[in-house]
């Protein structure tokens, strides 16, 4: 389950980038912003994943 768990924080944060990075071709800051909330949200996820590998 945990390798599930990571390639989908994997492809938030690429799903992030890649919301962040059209946000600014466009000038929409919105879709920048949310980029930038997707990326931080799989980047705290991902701590929480290395934090319970390690207790195991």
């Known amino acids: 389950m945990a390798i599930d768990d990571k390639a989908s924080n994997a492809a938030e944060q690429l799903g992030g980038k890649a919301k962040e990075a059209a946000g600014k071709a ?3 800051e ?3 912003a ?3 909330g997707d990326q931080t949200s799989a980047k705290v996820k991902k701590v929480g994943e290395d934090v319970k ?3 195991r």
Do not use: I, P
């Open 34 to 36: 949310e980029g930038r």
């Open 53 to 55: 590998d390690v207790f």
């Open 30 to 32: 919105r879709l920048e």
């Open 26 to 28: 466009t000038g929409d």
